[in-house]
């Protein structure tokens, strides 16, 4: 199956500053990347993702990229608030089982006023 | 549109009792699946559901654990016995297709077995 990495655990960073998150994936087929915001008491919630015929995608102050060669993408938020405090999955399908969704650990991101 | 909901949100048992979580998906949404988060580690797939048929349950960890959705609407994950590693977050996800698009994630069902 597929195998996520996901770094670093926890990322602080000041309000207004930017914030990186990255992935690593195993599974050379996984064509689909999508990025999971958890916030506290509540379910993870898609925020953005990506498909392997693209590499790079951008929602206002989030932005996805892939580099299928290295197997890795990431998530770039910036002009961080406080409301943008959470948990960060990434994931990506398994192309050798039933297309299901394989997570990293987490990024426990916290940004300061 | 309602979401995807979960109960209890929390439950503490003791090693050897038996429990049973409950997941009501997203009307209409055929698929269901059951995720698992230990504190620290990565949400970890269980199972997978197609309306009422498992169709991939690779990540249920042992025998203990059984899952079921009788007329494919809601499911039920029963943890009979209960262990101590057993204890995590447990989410239910629902997805209208299948390939990872889509899927609406419930709030979570605390386990702590104690």
């Known amino acids: 199956g597929e195998n996520v990495e996901q770094h670093p655990s926890t990322l602080s960073v000041q309000e207004g500053d930017s914030a990186v998150i990255k992935c690593t994936y195993s599974?050379?087929?996984?064509?689909?990347f999508p990025w999971y915001k958890q916030e506290l008491g509540k379910g993870p919630q898609l925020i953005i993702d990506?498909?392997?015929?693209?590499g790079e995608k951008k929602d206002q102050r989030i932005a996805v990229t892939l580099n299928k060669t290295a197997k890795h993408f990431s998530l770039h938020i910036t002009e961080t608030q406080p409301e943008d405090s959470a948990v960060y999955f990434c994931a990506a399908t398994d192309q050798t089982g039933a297309n299901n969704l394989f997570f990293g650990t987490g990024t426990r991101l916290t940004v300061i006023p | 549109e309602a979401g995807v909901t979960q109960f209890p949100s929390h439950s503490v048992i003791e090693k050897g009792q038996t429990v049973t979580l409950r997941c009501d998906p997203i009307s209409g949404h055929d698929n269901l699946y059951w995720y698992r988060r230990v504190m620290g580690k990565e949400i970890k797939f269980l199972l997978h559901?197609?309306?009422?048929?498992?169709?991939?349950e690779s990540g249920m960890p042992n025998n203990r654990f059984l899952a079921e959705r009788t007329g494919g609407t809601y499911s039920t994950l029963k943890v009979q016995p209960a262990e101590l590693e057993d204890s995590g977050v447990y989410f239910c996800?629902?997805?209208?297709?299948?390939?990872?698009?889509?899927?609406?994630f419930g709030s979570g069902t605390r386990l702590t077995v104690v």
């Open positions: 599974d050379s087929a996984s064509n689909y």
């Open positions: 990506i498909r392997s015929n693209v």
């Open positions: 559901f197609v309306k009422e048929s498992k169709q991939d």
């Open positions: 996800a629902s997805s209208q297709v299948r390939g990872g698009y889509g899927y609406t």
